[in-house]
């Protein structure tokens, strides 16, 4: 089970990192003019498509220099390496060919405009990466120095970070990240930043409380009586010991930003390429029996979800013997 | 107890100031200068630009300046004029009625209240007999297949579900077995009593199990734990050592597995509301979450910072209701 799920998670990270490489319309490699471009590569830095493409009064866009480079020909003339999978996330619409169901064409069908539904998906991977990577880092970032703080200091400051996370743990994250959503943009950053400044304090609350009791454990006493400085104690001492609940904290995390941000996309509140925007867009077609616009999203956002918290699960996923050792705690 | 109820409540009161202030905070400083951006956008729209004295005025409106000095006034004081109107129960924005805005949110509370409580009455339902019935059977081969189907479902989100299950029974896939919109039929006025309180019912089945799903999954998972932790404690071997019958040693493993089950209702609350956006928005409820989810669409500051404040305290008034029940259930409990 635990290597199923992580034979999935490194395909869904190799899918997210790479897929501007594996997934687009433009070309890996041109020459244009003598000169030679990596327009797939300018994606990572969000370039627009025109912007990277070769521009002249007869082109406008990659695409139709691409549907014209046969008539050039000739030794030593343009030519282009396309990705494996020739289709992007601005590809034109084809409108005849909506809503196909799946096809050697298009593996996983089309959408409700004729877009090719794989590349779509492999997309909506890498913004599912980016928001869950990006709001665990945040997440951790604030959480993990005030937890440790407050309970390897204790005092007046374990009682002021205490009634923090007890503030913010009484706001639904999803309803405050609507609000704020709402009136910033919902660009990726600002998703990211809201997903984070939400979930610290779920962190925040375990690493305290581990912290709490390693503080009486001897291993750190000694090291305390050896007059080892505090910060020293608790990162090379201490943190070292909450590494795997860290870890599992973190991937439980992981998933729930990545449920967070295809529900706000769903609710129509987040970037087009989002799983959830596909699933959203798919409803008036499903009716009409396009079943893979509507399964294959759903799909990717329940096994994201299934594999992170198959990882993140302490003891094996099905407890064998009859002594259950944790108790589950509730993510939020 | 006696001794800790009143720390208890000063720290709530704690909690609520500082909740307040994250709401306040929140609103005011994320969408930079309102008044600004209101007169941009009303310039914008007219396609002229801003008159002279209109920006004063929507300062002032606005409660950003003194209106006799036209001294800009301090975030504190900006706090602490909105508290003052909060503790009033008037959340309204500029040039809007509060009884008006007081009663909009009056009529989407109660949709909300039934939407909540029905699904945590079903799921409490469907987990305390299944939770205690694993727990006793930790271990055995129905438990595992239940803990693995379980795993899978919960893995679901909830906008999948509610789609899913709107395409499956309100008319998506062949005849519509339930209705998959609204609360209520439009032939409401022709019904009697009963028909209406079975039209709502029959409203609420496709809502209440998208809802349901997930707070009955965890309640049934941790009752399961907690019965089996119990089954396993030094009491139960001295009751079974003293020979009683295994239906009594039984109900007092359920009775000691089940009072924890208390607390993790009001952890659940904030769940619950944001599944509440969800749901709402898939099966037009006009509910809170509704409400909330169009004000934050058409940024209507003053909706969203009241909605958000209601939910963080009745999520404050439930942990420690919850708290409290379980204390008076089990006087073991310390309350911290």
Known sequence: MRRVARVWAWMLLVAALFAPLLANDVPLVARVDGQLRVPALA??????????????????????????LPATGGPGADWAVMPPWPYGPLMERDLANRNAGPSLAHPLGTDDVGRDLLSRMLWGASRALLVGAGAVIVAVAIGLPLGAVAGYAGGGFDAAVTLLIEVFLCFPALFLVLAIAAFMSSSLLAVVLVLGAVSWPSFARLVRGEFLSLREREFVLAARGLGVPGWRVVTRHMLPQVGGLLRAQAALLFAAAVVAEATLAFLGLGAGESWGAILARSREPAIDGAWHGWLFPSLAVASTVWCLHALAAPRPLVSLGATPTARPRPDR | MLRTLPLRLARMVLSLVGITVVTFLMMDLAPGNRAELAVAGGAHDLGAPPRAGSLDLLREQWGLVDPETQRPYS????????????????????????????????????????????????????????????????????????????????????????????LAFAGGWGEALLPGRGLQSDAIHAMSGVERALDM????????????????????????????????????????????????????????????????????????????????????????????????????????????????VSTLLGTLLSDLLHRAIDPRVELR
């Open chain 2, 75 to 166: 975030v504190w004081e900006r706090y602490g004029h909105w508290l003052a109107r909060a503790s009033r129960l008037d959340f309204a924005g500029p040039g809007e009625d509060p009884a008006a805005f007081r009663r909009r949110i009056l009529d989407a509370l109660p949709v909300t209240l039934l939407l909540n409580a029905v699904s945590l009455g079903v799921a409490l339902l469907v987990a305390v007999p299944l939770g205690t019935w694993l727990g006793l059977r930790a271990g055995s081969a129905v438990d595992r297949a239940a803990s693995g189907a379980m795993f899978f479902v919960w893995g679901v989100p909830e906008f999948v579900v509610a789609t899913l299950l709107l």
């Open chain 2, 201 to 312: 019912a029959a409203h609420l089945v496709l809502p209440v199990t998208s809802l349901a799903i997930a707070p009955a999954i965890l309640m049934t998972r941790f009752l399961r734990d907690s019965v089996a932790k119990a089954a396993q404690s030094e009491f139960v071997r001295a009751l079974r050592g003293w020979g009683l019958p295994e239906s009594f040693v039984r109900q007092r493993v359920r009775a000691n597995g089940l009072s924890p089950l208390v607390t993790l209702c009001g952890v659940l609350l904030p769940g619950l509301v944001s599944g509440s956006i969800v749901v709402e928005n898939v099966f037009s409820l006009p509910g809170l979450g509704s409400l909330a989810f169009r004000a934050a669409m058409d940024q209507e500051y003053p909706m969203v910072m009241a909605l958000t404040l209601l939910v963080g």
């Open chain 1, 43 to 68: 994606s990572y830095v969000g370039a627009a498509w025109e912007a990277s493409g070769p521009r002249d009064d007869r082109v406008q866009t990659w695409r139709e220099w691409w549907a014209e």
